[in-house]
């Protein structure tokens, strides 16, 4: 008995000085944050009852961002903490957080209860319960565990009737099995809900890391949007997220609110990339080996990345849902994938005169090369390839672009004017400094078409505004994201053991001086665009960095305007009568509505849900018909150089007929080369 006390004492004793130390690490992460962002950050926000409600939250919203786990008991107690967490951070007072993380877990420990306990619930699909769907603005917490309880209940069964219809559209079949086939899935889709929690239970490795981490990235979102926390794994992660130089499909998977597994990413000049047939936010159903099947319903995402990892699944069939509901079987091979070598390649486009074009899926760079040669390069490779060829203008596509190395926004700035100031930095002291292109001449003097979209960001931006002031090029597309700021990653303490921080250190501004921070650049020809009114531009996000001016270079060898306003007129008239891009204005109010701008209630029927869903379906294809059976009024081929290299392998014959296919149906790769053409036969005295 007294040996058993003994271990029981000292396994105690262990844990409270691990707690300890967990809690120790924690509040020096805060302390080393506090001082970083004060000392580095652009524009750092003072530590006083401001910052704490604002972190207040930005904190409670990470830790619960649908509202489906706090009830309001639980944010009444929180309220006792809005004006009072920079006196704990001030103070170095951290035990705040040990309430946080308590009550998360309760939350999560009673909710898989609730749901769990639903097995044995008769579900009523009679009509008699309606279940509400709103906009996130209007969700609200559970009133108390009740409200919790019903809720689940009206989830669980519009899950389960949604999910019948998706397997099988024939209202009759499913009416006739009604039975049998919701006894099977209940089970199934009970587990996923649950498998959800526990994922959210398990997240960076357990909740108390989870809320710690949250805690300290609303710290840093507090000051703007763009910097965060790093633990050393999510820092390297976050460095190697766009390279990838070993046998992979390039695909990076994530768990969505819903529990599905997603595409997050799509690496650039990876096989996935180079097939075609994957979109970002694409759900995958399961994935096949020769050897074995991997069904996607509540496995984790460490499950789905070992399955993909594993050497001996080299060829995997993917089964994805779209977000049109349609449901497709890929079979995709590994292949190895170099940044420097696959990310661009060049395409000649035939109509009236012969054009280059490029897609810039990234502004990667190659810190590993001696000379740190990355997008640019590869870019002026390809520009040779297509200039052999005769081009008579130039296409490059930075749609869905989210940026990355400035260098080489800067250096491809560079390839397209002769010299002269590019952008300007400001400091967080007020300094500015000016970069400049020092390079006399440029790679390519013929006409320029940038196309943009809201998902072309940060570099993206920086090099379609220079192109924009130079009078270089025209912007053609949807106004981009709204950054123009950049971060650096800094340890939070000498030996790198408290983790990092990626701060906004500056900003950067248009050789002009305006900025176009959180309004993005605008184009010179607008087209219509699916993704307007989703809110993901860089100005809906809480505390972004204002827009402002700075005094600009006085005088740059800007080239003479372009014809815009002729331009513009021609583009339009086509526009007006082009199906296709009347169907992309259609399919953006569709979204709106049962989306983002939905309010109403579900009878909980098989009929009444199986009616919206084949509703919903029917007029998205409808509407998308001509997006996806058009073809292009050109020609597309590739450059003599790339054919001959593509000849010797057979399975890039086939990726790159994937891509040309793309190509030659893009509408907007389609108006572009319109544009162009247009501005060759106007023949501006550039």
Known sequence: MLKRYYITITALLLFCAAHSQDQNLFCEQLQALEKMVKTHHFKPKAVNDSLSTHVFDLFITTLDEDKRLFTQDDIDNFEADRYALDDYVQNKTCDFINNYITRLSKRIADSKTIISHLETEIFDYSGKDTLRFKPESKFNYFKDEAAAQRYWSKRMRYNILYTL????????????????????????????????????????GNVENFVKEAFLNAYLHYNDPNSSFFTPTEKEMFENALSNDQLSFGIITAKNDNGDIVIAHITPGSAAFNDGNFEVNDIIKSLQSDAETLETYCVSNDDVLAFTSDQNHNVITFKIKKQDGSIKAIKLTKTKTKIEENTVSGYIIENKSKLGYINIPSFYSDFESPNGLGLANDVAKELYKLQKEHIEGLILDLRFNGGGSMKEAADLSGMFINRGPISILKYSNGETYTIRDVNRGSLFNKPIVVLVNNYSASASEFFAATMQDYNRALIVGARTHGKASAQVILPLSEDESLGYSKLTVEKFYRVTGQSHQAQGVVPDIILPNLYDGFGTQEEYEDFALQNDTIPGVKKYPKLKPLPISELRKKSQLRISNDVAFDAIQDLNQLILDNYFQLDTQYLLTLKNVHSEIISYRNQWQRINAPI?????????????FTKEVVSYNDAQIEINKS???DIKQDIYIEEAQAILQDLLTLNPSN
């Open 165 to 204: 219809v998706e397997n099988d559209s024939s209202i009759s079949s499913i009416e006739r099995d009604f039975k049998t086939l919701e006894a099977n899935l209940k089970p199934k889709l009970i587990a996923k809900e649950i498998c959800k929690l526990e994922t959210l239970e398990n997240r960076l």
């Open 659 to 661: 891509v040309l296919k």
């Open 628 to 640: 996806e059976t058009h073809q292009g009024n050109f020609n597309i081929k590739n450059s003599a």
